[in-house]
């Protein structure tokens, strides 16, 4: 293998996309380009918007260890305009809150209790899965994930916290379960986004083969034992990537309802069905009949659901927040 030292000297080439190539071949080392971080660190204060955005990728490649080389660069006096806010934002991509020291973490804390006053919540995108229980006790809430207390946030980062776990890949073991956001109280719920470090490793320890099957089992535990705790609680599943979508749905201990697109699709719905579907297709059915274009009969048909549609029916609607959601306490990243 190269010498990845041949690359330093196009870390100050005048051409901003020569910069940002040569940071991008110090990412795909990884750990390793630790050797490189004082070299690279100028580059979180460069010019150009892509190249500030690579260098803090490259960081984050490099992971937990280049955490005290940002933190002192954090705490000198900034040689370069946006050089220390840049080692904030690669602090932030390696661990969030905990990978700050305890100057910037107060800072961080002070600002998103003023964020936090009069915050109105926004419609969050949605790629992967969340609990809805009805509850404002958010104590009991993270005693039945097991999670800690976590640090305080607004919805908006929780929400982008969530979303940046799940389409951003380090390379780095664990990333799965590194962080779960648990909402307010939204219109009476509380929101769970993610999975316990617990069942995340119950489903991947399943393997390639078993994953699907790993997912239902947990999902079916997890609400069932929600619901006998709260009375009521819920799933969903839904992908930005493909038409995927499902929902959980269980009440006083028991799952009342389990349904997942693509399992229909292959074999079939096991059904019974949930009140809360009533009046729409689900997604693996047709929506047209046999003889639907035989003369001139107009034919209604009903719209596909889909997991927010139900969840607009039995909880709330993550990504139909906005001014009319009441809101009580505050957001927490565990």
């Not at 840049?86 to 905990?98: D, H, M, Q, Y």
């Not at 097991?146 to 929780?158: A, C, S």
Request: with cysteine; net charge negative; glycine share 10%.
């Amino acid at each position: 293998m190269h010498d990845p030292a041949v690359y330093l000297p196009l870390l100050t080439h005048p051409h901003p996309k020569v910069r940002a190539g040569a940071l991008l071949a110090f990412q795909r080392l990884g750990e390793a380009a630790l050797a490189f971080a004082d070299r690279l660190t100028p580059s979180l204060g460069d010019a150009d918007t892509e190249v500030r955005r690579r260098a803090v990728w490259a960081f984050e490649a490099i992971g937990g260890a280049a955490v005290p080389v940002l933190r002192r660069l954090r705490r000198s006096p900034a040689p370069a305009p946006r050089l220390r806010a840049g080692a904030l934002e690669a602090l932030a991509a390696i661990g969030g809150p905990t990978a700050l020291d305890e100057p910037d973490r107060n800072a961080v804390r002070r600002l998103t209790r003023i964020k936090q006053i009069g915050e109105v919540p926004e419609g969050i995108h949605l790629c992967g899965s969340w609990y809805a229980v009805p509850t404002a006790d958010r104590r009991a809430v993270l005693e039945a994930f097991d999670l800690d207390t976590g640090e305080p946030v607004t919805v908006r980062t929780g929400a982008a916290a969530w979303n940046h776990d799940h389409h951003v890949w380090s390379g780095r073991g664990h990333d799965a379960c590194a962080r779960v956001f648990v909402s307010p109280v939204l219109d009476g719920f509380t929101l769970v986004f993610g999975d316990s470090s617990q069942d995340t490793h119950r489903i991947e320890d399943a393997g390639d083969d078993g994953r699907d099957e790993a997912r239902e089992r947990v999902v079916r535990q997890r609400c069932a034992d929600l619901s006998r705790r709260f009375g009521a609680a819920q799933w969903y599943g839904t992908s930005c990537g493909d038409g995927w979508t499902a929902w959980c749905v269980a009440e006083d201990g028991e799952v009342v309802r389990y349904y997942d697109a693509y399992d229909a699709e292959e074999s079939g719905d096991d059904g019974p069905g949930h009140p809360a579907e009533a009046g729409y297709l689900l997604p693996h059915e047709g929506g047209f009949p046999e003889d639907a274009f035989d003369g001139d009969n107009l034919i209604a048909i009903p719209d596909t659901c889909y997991a927010v549609d139900i969840a607009a029916r039995l909880s709330v609607d993550p990504a139909s927040l906005g001014a009319a959601t009441q809101v009580r306490a505050t957001a927490c990243s565990p």
